[in-house]
């Protein structure tokens, strides 16, 4: 009886989340290292997923993502000719941001999943890939402002536009929120002749913090543990992003990212803005004017880039001027509450900067989600208006695309009927309940949202579908638990998602195009 129940409110909850959605078609944009590579050498006659693998990951990598940089072409490229960098475009580019392993197992896969928890949730409530769901992958190793990039990302937007005769919804992750700003510079009028909407995740508009700084430094493997941390700085130091994606000197920090140390008996302590980050580049420039990589039978020369230096300082002028048009509504979701590396201090002093590199670091944390410091993801500079909303949640950087709370908000912001305010202060109002509640209660019912949409969308997630104890097997007790919570959801999420919040106020009120 429970579990018939159980159904019948599921289908009732289905029924009033997916009201007016899809309303528009959606394109996803990843972040840095959020598309697999896959690479082609024609001299050996072999071709494979690049990244990423789990077998020979720091091997492949070093063998054929590193590169130089081409300053007339503004891309950087393979050392030798006989390499190809591709990316995959099955499934309308979705294959290539779903799941970074499509091979990997669990728990393995949960690993390297990245859209694929939002991409089911989407097509769960009614998005067809191809018709009104498409993805932009990239090439993350170059600059946000390469056309080849740009190029992903127009023919995206423009391929769903076409597909539907509507605006479409841009939805980006982390670097991909800065691929589309830079598409918003570069191509103003195309943005608004097919873009209703921009939600951003995790952006770090601002630049990231202290792994980035320490990524020119001992070097930071980009979240996948079984890349060296050294693999990943040889690539970084020819990659255009990575300099983009330096903390911005022209940005007003209340706690600037900074490095600290002490070479040769002499302190020093550095930040990203003193010298208009000049300063911080002449210490990368002095730890690495020495540095070789041994690539194939080649020593390889890999000094700091200066030109890369100078280009993302002028690009960050550009970008800084960028403004969402008032017809166009933007949702910045960041996280704060969490550890964020914002200063990289070196433990012992050594004698020469060139000993930096294989010295040991602590980084000092500040405010973030882990990777991006909270007031550069916060820091977007689009001004205030009705149609842009901003909402701190609390997640690690690279899961934030996947967080509840996350894709709470995304479903709300892609909805016909639901006024985002409302909902977002409704919902953190709902969140601060059940907090106390649990914490009287010590450990008591889940947040009702997350209860909701983990029960409607359980056999698309990572866990297969596995609800009730530890043998997969739901109790009676539980059912029931699960029915009430479901039933106190389906009224929560029905209220919003079928308008009956709607406020007569115009600045609550969500403006949708017509186009």
């Avoid at 409110?9 to 697999?36: E, F, K, N």
């Avoid at 967080?403 to 908000?409: K, P, T």
Wanted: aromatic share 10%; net charge negative.
């Amino acid at each position: 009886m429970a579990a018939s129940r159980c159904i019948l409110l599921l289908l009732v909850c289905y029924v009033a989340l997916s009201q007016g959605l899809p309303t528009r078609p959606v394109v996803l944009v990843p972040g840095v290292g959020g598309t697999i590579l896959n690479f082609r050498d024609n001299n050996l006659q072999t071709s494979g997923r690049l990244w990423v693998t789990m077998r020979g990951q720091d091997q492949l990598f070093s063998q054929y993502l590193w590169g130089k940089y081409d300053k007339d072409l503004d891309v950087m490229k393979p050392y030798y000719d006989h390499v190809e960098v591709t990316i995959p475009t099955e499934n309308f580019g979705l294959a290539a941001i779903s799941n970074l392993d499509p091979d990997a197992d669990w728990p393995v896969s949960t690993y390297t999943a990245y859209f694929e928890r939002l991409i089911n949730r989407l097509k769960t409530f009614g998005y067809v890939p191809g018709k009104t769901l498409f993805a932009a992958p990239y090439d993350w190793r170059q600059s946000n402002a390469c056309e080849e990039n740009l190029h992903r990302l127009r023919t995206a937007i423009e391929t769903a536009f076409n597909a539907t005769q509507k605006k479409v919804s841009l939805i980006s992750h982390s670097m991909g929120g800065l691929l589309v700003r830079s598409y918003l510079h570069k191509y103003n009028d195309e943005f608004n002749r097919y873009v209703e909407q921009w939600a951003t995740v995790a952006t770090p508009f601002q630049g990231a913090g202290g792994k980035v700084l320490n990524e020119f430094l001992t070097g930071y493997n980009l979240g996948n543990r079984l890349l060296k941390p050294e693999t990943a700085r040889a690539l970084c130091i020819n990659s255009p992003p990575v300099y983009e994606l330096l903390p911005n000197p022209l940005f007003n920090w209340s706690t600037a990212p900074y490095v600290k140390g002490c070479v040769n008996g002499t302190d020093f302590n550095i930040d990203a803005v003193t010298g208009g980050g000049r300063d911080l580049a002449k210490l990368f420039s002095l730890s690495l004017r020495n540095y070789t990589v041994k690539h194939m039978s080649d020593e390889i020369a890999q000094p700091f880039n200066d030109l890369l230096f100078d280009l993302q300082l002028q690009r960050k002028q550009q970008w800084d001027t960028v403004k969402v048009s008032e017809n166009i509504r933007f949702l910045n979701i960041y996280s704060k509450g969490k550890p964020t590396p914002i200063g990289v201090e070196f433990q012992k002093g050594v004698q020469s900067y060139q000993d930096l590199l294989f010295a040991s670091v602590k980084y000092i944390l500040g405010d973030g989600d882990e990777t991006v410091p909270v007031e550069s993801a916060a820091g977007d500079r689009f001004g205030d208006s009705s149609n842009i909303h901003r909402v701190a949640v609390s997640c690690e950087h690279q899961g934030c695309v996947n967080a509840e709370d996350v894709i709470h908000y995304i479903l709300c912001f892609e909805s016909e009927g639901c006024v985002l305010p409302d909902f977002i202060k409704q919902y953190q109002l709902q969140q601060q309940q059940r907090s106390q509640q649990r914490s009287q209660q010590d450990g008591g019912e889940e947040d009702v949202a997350a209860t909701l949409l983990s029960a409607l969308f359980t056999n698309n997630d990572s866990d297969n579908g596995r609800t009730g104890n530890d043998n997969g097997v739901s109790t009676a007790d539980e059912e029931v638990q699960q029915t009430e919570a479901i039933a106190e959801a389906a009224t929560f999420f029905g209220k919003f998602l079928r308008g009956l919040s709607n406020t007569d106020g115009d600045s609550n009120r969500p403006i949708v195009s017509d186009a």
